[in-house]
């Protein structure tokens, strides 16, 4: 693979994310669940919060979903990449789509459902800057297996999934087996210490036959490990991977390969806003150094740097100035 030029494919849900700035309060009256993760209650359960959260603040509209948060970073830093993923074919699909290809991104394997509208995600940001999902994946949910095709692997070195997808197990497993068809490294995003749960037991063995380079925070790495050590969890997913990433917040990150040392790289810390997309952007940083051959001190710099412009804005959408400075920063 060392001869092919450098190109991604990401496997994700494409949702309009729906941000709000609410208080503890409101967590505790409309959304349910533990604060910080992700859940899907039903639509219209997403369509009460929303009202609700209409009449206390104003609601911003930005397309997201994890794995295109990491990818339209890659492509602000010059790296090619394509996603994998469904829309509907709605107003929201139409933005959504839009604004990947206006990053310079590959469009050709977004497919399209006719019948169910654009998924979306109520991300609900408390003074903190933690945010709490509640999403609705709408046509994201509908991808079948027989749309995974060789021909979306055309020309693609490397291939990032999230962990979300695993929602999907027969998309989700048919993309690793294709990807490793044609030669692709891997790095999947644990996406969730909700997913993390719900599918630990599947988990191991998709880390240990498919994954090369895996992606965790405190929380997921927990999850996974029953450790609240994110060395010791590190350790223990070290023993399926050949690379692994515990990003432990303000904390920084502790990174290994195997036959390697443990790496602690600082954050770089700032004043939060809004930590939507700081796990995705984070990774996009890593990814920027690591395909590249860089070593993991490296690029858990390039991780940290590109982590801390996104949690200084609300949204993952980092701006055109300030990417002309990572850009800089990483080169």
Same mark, same amino acid.
């Given at each position: 693979?060392?001869?092919?030029?450098?190109? +991604?494919?990401?496997?994700?849900?494409?949702?309009?994310?729906?941000?709000?700035?609410?208080?503890?309060?409101?967590?505790? #009256?409309?959304?349910?669940?533990?604060?910080?993760?992700?859940?899907? /209650?039903?639509?219209?359960?997403?369509?009460?919060?929303?009202?609700?959260?209409?009449?206390?603040?104003?609601?911003?509209?930005?397309?997201?979903?994890?794995?295109?948060?990491?990818?339209?970073?890659?492509?602000?830093?010059?790296?090619?990449?394509?996603?994998?993923?469904?829309?509907?074919?709605?107003?929201?699909?139409?933005?959504?789509?839009?604004?990947?290809?206006?990053?310079?991104?590959?469009?050709?394997?977004?497919?399209?459902?006719?019948? +169910?509208?654009?998924?979306?995600?109520?991300?609900?940001?408390? /003074?903190?800057?933690?945010?709490?999902?509640?999403?609705?994946?709408?046509?994201?949910?509908?991808?079948?297996? #027989?749309?995974?095709?060789?021909?979306?692997?055309?020309?693609?070195?490397?291939?990032?999934?999230?962990?979300?997808?695993?929602?999907?197990?027969?998309?989700?497993?048919?993309?690793?087996?294709?990807?490793?068809?044609?030669?692709?490294? +891997?790095?999947?995003?644990?996406?969730?210490? #909700?997913?993390?749960?719900?599918?630990?037991?599947?988990? #191991?063995?998709?880390?240990?036959?498919?994954?090369?380079?895996?992606?965790?925070?405190?929380?997921?790495?927990?999850?996974?490990?029953?450790?609240?050590?994110?060395?010791?969890?590190?350790?223990?997913?070290?023993?399926?991977?050949?690379?692994?990433?515990?990003?432990?917040?303000?904390?920084?990150?502790?990174?290994?390969?195997?036959?390697?040392?443990?790496?602690?790289?600082?954050?770089?810390?700032?004043?939060?806003?809004?930590?939507?997309?700081?796990?995705?952007?984070?990774?996009?940083?890593?990814?920027?150094?690591?395909?590249?051959?860089?070593?993991?001190?490296?690029?858990?710099?390039?991780?940290?740097?590109?982590?801390?412009?996104? +949690?200084?804005?609300?949204?993952?959408?980092? /701006?055109?100035?300030?990417?002309?400075?990572?850009?800089?920063?990483?080169?």
């Amino acid at each position: 693979m060392a001869d092919r030029p450098i190109k +991604v494919l990401g496997g994700g849900s494409a949702l309009l994310d729906l941000l709000v700035h609410v208080d503890d309060s409101f967590i505790a #009256e409309y959304a349910g669940g533990e604060k910080g993760g992700m859940t899907m /209650p039903p639509p219209e359960e997403i369509a009460r919060m929303q009202a609700a959260a209409e009449n206390v603040s104003t609601v911003t509209k930005s397309p997201g979903g994890s794995a295109a948060n990491t990818l339209c970073g890659l492509l602000q830093l010059g790296i090619p990449c394509a996603f994998f993923a469904k829309t509907g074919t709605d107003e929201n699909g139409k933005i959504y789509r839009d604004s990947f290809a206006a990053c310079g991104g590959d469009c050709r394997s977004i497919k399209l459902n006719d019948n +169910v509208p654009t998924g979306r995600c109520l991300c609900l940001i408390t /003074p903190d800057s933690q945010r709490t999902m509640r999403t609705d994946l709408g046509a994201s949910g509908t991808l079948l297996e #027989e749309e995974v095709l060789d021909a979306d692997f055309d020309g693609i070195t490397h291939f990032h999934l999230e962990g979300y997808l695993l929602y999907n197990m027969p998309v989700f497993l048919k993309l690793l087996m294709t990807a490793k068809k044609h030669g692709c490294t +891997v790095s999947l995003d644990l996406a969730s210490f #909700e997913v993390v749960r719900t599918f630990k037991a599947e988990l #191991e063995t998709i880390l240990r036959d498919y994954v090369d380079l895996v992606f965790a925070n405190e929380d997921e790495a927990q999850a996974f490990s029953g450790s609240d050590d994110p060395v010791k969890s590190l350790e223990i997913l070290l023993e399926l991977c050949q690379t692994v990433c515990v990003k432990v917040g303000k904390n920084g990150a502790y990174i290994a390969s195997h036959g390697e040392n443990v790496v602690h790289v600082d954050a770089k810390l700032v004043k939060a806003v809004d930590t939507t997309g700081a796990g995705d952007l984070w990774q996009t940083g890593f990814l920027a150094g690591w395909l590249k051959g860089k070593d993991n001190a490296v690029s858990g710099r390039y991780a940290a740097a590109v982590a801390a412009e996104v +949690v200084q804005i609300t949204g993952a959408q980092i /701006p055109a100035d300030r990417w002309a400075v990572l850009r800089e920063e990483i080169k």
